[in-house]
């Protein structure tokens, strides 16, 4: 199996831009999947296939990947972003996932 | 509208089964991949296993050989049969819809409680 790492907490101000990074070995083979949870409720993925959003997902949401790298950054946050974030991917051996520890975004 | 919906959640003695359901509508489980996915209280999102083409399976590590993954395609329902259960599965069961590189519709989640 593989592991993906993140910042346990990310701090941004109303309206500036927030990234959230995810590093792991297996991002070198296989895209990685974001989502948003908020206190009790279920996760929703906002960002896919490294830079796509499911519908619905604003559009200040975006994700890039290089290497064993993969961001997601929020572009003029929002206090509604508020929330905790979690990496995704399959592992290297592509029949298994696994999901990052999460980041905790605080919009200040 | 694609919804899931989980069942089956309760508290149960260590060493005990439980299923737990996934009534799927607006599609067809049969065929999109299929997760597990669970949080254990204040803690991040673990995958527990999926089915996919062909109904192959996969697992993490600490459930092999206890729990299984299956789906009926004529009630339109995902499952996850889980024995031999322990206090650390003590979590939210979620299930959720692929396409084959991310989940992109969720379940609101059924609790399972493994205490003595």
Not at chain 1, 45 to 70: C, H, M, Q, W
Not at chain 2, 57 to 74: A, C, H, L, P, Q
Request: hydrophobic share 30%; glycine share 10%.
């Amino acid at each position: 199996s593989s592991e993906l790492t993140q910042d346990p907490a990310v701090s941004v101000a109303l309206g500036q831009t927030a990234r959230i990074t995810c590093q792991g070995d297996s991002l070198r083979s296989h895209y990685a999947g974001w989502y948003q949870q908020k206190p009790g409720q279920a996760p929703v993925l906002v960002i896919y296939e490294k830079n796509s959003r499911p519908s619905g997902i604003p559009d200040r949401f975006s994700g890039s990947s290089s290497g064993t790298t993969a961001s997601l950054t929020i572009t003029g946050a929002q206090a509604e972003d508020e929330a905790d974030y979690y990496c995704s991917s399959r592992d290297n051996s592509g029949y298994h996932w696994v999901f990052g520890g999460g980041t905790k975004l605080t919009v200040l | 509208e694609v919804q899931l919906v989980e069942s089956g959640g309760d508290l149960v003695r260590p060493g005990g089964s439980l299923r737990l359901s996934c009534a799927a509508s607006g599609f067809t489980v049969s065929s999109y991949y299929m997760t597990w996915v669970r949080q254990a209280p204040g803690k991040g999102l673990e995958w527990v296993s999926f089915i996919y083409s062909g109904d192959r399976t996969s697992y993490v590590d600490s459930v092999k050989g206890r729990f299984t993954i299956s789906r009926d395609s004529s009630k339109n329902i995902l499952y996850l049969q889980m024995n031999s259960l322990r206090t650390e599965d003590t979590a939210v069961y979620y299930c959720a819809r692929g396409p084959s590189s991310a989940w992109n519709y969720w379940g609101q989640g059924t609790r399972v409680t493994v205490s003595s």
